[in-house]
């Protein structure tokens, strides 16, 4: 675990370098390749933690069988979310500088009502949780 320790404070010192690059030589355009560079690290941080995000509990649930069934029931409610989400979405379009195809705005519409769904989800269950552990005590 210590070598983890050291990663963490590797990935947040060349990130705290790219932020100081950014600003001190940021001119403003859209073309700077600062700009790219940091738009680079903050995708591959971004992959990093949702690779390990489902890594770990992933290596965690297969070791019972009830972790198997539990992993599979959620892969059943995401599919069902993301799949009902999908019907909802109008798929509507509006007006841009360029052509965009009607799969597309069904995308970002299916997209949205799923981080709308998620987001309620989170918030339902911070406050289950909160008026659970209150009546606990």
Sequence with gaps: MKYSKYIQYLLF???IVLLAVFYLTHTGSTTDKILDVNL???YALIGIGAVLALIFPL???FKTKKGIIT?????A????V???CYLLAPGTPIELNQEVSAATFKFTDTALYVTYVFVAASIIALLWSAIRNSFKR
């Design 13 to 15: 010192a060349v990130s």
């Design 40 to 42: 680079f690290w903050a």
């Design 59 to 61: 290596a965690k649930a």
């Design 71 to 75: 992993i599979l029931i959620l892969i």
């Design 77 to 80: 409610g995401v599919v069902v």
């Design 82 to 84: 993301i799949g009902g």
